[in-house]
């Protein structure tokens, strides 16, 4: 009777590790989907910026060409 119970508590612990481990994967996945998140918006501000430059200076190329 005693290694059936120690079975099942050692079964019992092993699941409680994996739940742990999976709820830290949790965490961290929804920290880096936060980083990718603000990433995305930094390039997106970037991307429009450098839009606007390059039409301002396809603007002033054409002014200055004769």
Same mark, same amino acid.
């Given at each position: 009777m005693l290694w059936p119970m120690i079975a099942i508590a050692l079964g019992f $612990?092993? +699941?409680? +590790? $994996?739940?742990? *481990? &999976?709820l830290r994967v949790f965490v961290e996945v929804r920290r880096l989907s936060g980083q990718v998140a603000s990433a995305s918006r930094r390039? =997106? %501000? &970037? =991307?429009? %910026? *450098?839009? !606007?430059? &390059?039409a301002d200076l396809a603007r002033?190329? !054409?002014? +200055? !060409?004769?």
């Open positions: $612990l092993g +699941v409680a +590790v $994996l739940a742990i *481990l &999976a390039i =997106s %501000d &970037a =991307s429009g %910026d *450098l839009e !606007r430059a &390059a002033a190329g !054409r002014t +200055v !060409r004769p």
